[in-house]
T-cell receptor, first 116, second 113 residues
Framework: GAVVSQHPSWVICKSGTSVKIECRSLDFQATTMFWYRQFPKQSLMLMATSNEGSKATYEQGVEKDKFLINHASLTLSTLTVTSAHPEDSSFYIC????????????FGPGTRLTVL | KQEVTQIPAALSVPEGENLVLNCSFTDSAIYNLQWFRQDPGKGLTSLLLIQSSQREQTSGRLNASLDKSSGRSTLYIAASQPGDSATYLCAALTTSGTYKYIFGTGTRLKVLA
């Protein structure tokens, strides 16, 4: 089946630094990738949708300049949390689909970010 | 605005019981509804996906039903096992505006040996 990986699986950083999280589709070309955030004991919230080669579409309330998303190839999307603060500590999960938004999404294993 | 709610929030049952997890959504304009399993600190495992035109899907001991008109879906787990212990999430792919998954609040299931 379709496999999506994320790197790193966990990261701890100091407040004010930037952190990059990678999402890769290993065995298929992902036209569309999605980034979700999950706070402890809460559900997943969609942050943004990215299509290969174009700018990401952010959900209401998500700061574009803080959460930089790049989908430069059909197998890689990156999420950069700029100037991270403790309130950005969360579980970040990506998903990928090979076509439009209605196609099956395959989820990555998630990245645990802790900002000290 | 689509809202997805799951009841109960937590459930603890003895091994072998059949159980039902509930998911309700406020906007019936959905493309599909999907049930996921999430183990602590891990990502999502897709269990069942029901298209809007379907009424139910089955996989092994799992059966999911969908009633769009009433805005409800249920996940039925037969003969529960300790290995079923996890958080179960439902997600509705909304068609109002852009297509996107709206996730429910989850049901934390614990099956006691």
């Amino acid at each position: 089946g379709a496999v999506v990986s994320q790197h790193p699986s966990w990261v701890i950083c100091k407040s004010g630094t930037s952190v990059k999280i990678e999402c890769r589709s290993l065995d298929f070309q992902a036209t569309t990738m999605f980034w979700y955030r999950q706070f402890p004991k809460q559900s997943l919230m969609l942050m943004a949708t990215s299509n290969e080669g174009s700018k990401a579409t952010y959900e209401q309330g998500v700061e574009k300049d803080k959460f930089l998303i790049n989908h430069a190839s059909l197998t890689l999307s990156t999420l950069t949390v700029t100037s991270a603060h403790p309130e950005d500590s969360s579980f970040y999960i990506c998903s990928a689909s090979w076509g439009v938004s209605t196609d099956t999404q395959y989820f990555g294993p998630g990245t645990r970010l802790t900002v000290l | 605005k689509q809202e997805v709610t799951q009841i109960p929030a937590a459930l603890s049952v003895p091994e072998g019981e059949n159980l039902v997890l509930n998911c309700s959504f406020t906007d019936s304009a959905i493309y599909n509804l999907q049930w996921f399993r999430q183990d602590p600190g891990k990502g999502l495992t897709s269990l069942l996906l029901i298209q809007s035109s379907q009424r139910e899907q089955t996989s092994g001991r799992l059966n999911a039903s969908l009633d769009k008109s009433s805005g409800r879906s249920t996940l039925y787990i037969a003969a529960s096992q300790p290995g079923d212990s996890a958080t179960y999430l439902c997600a509705a792919l909304t068609t109002s505006g852009t297509y996107k998954y709206i996730f429910g609040t989850g049901t934390r299931l614990k099956v006691l040996a």
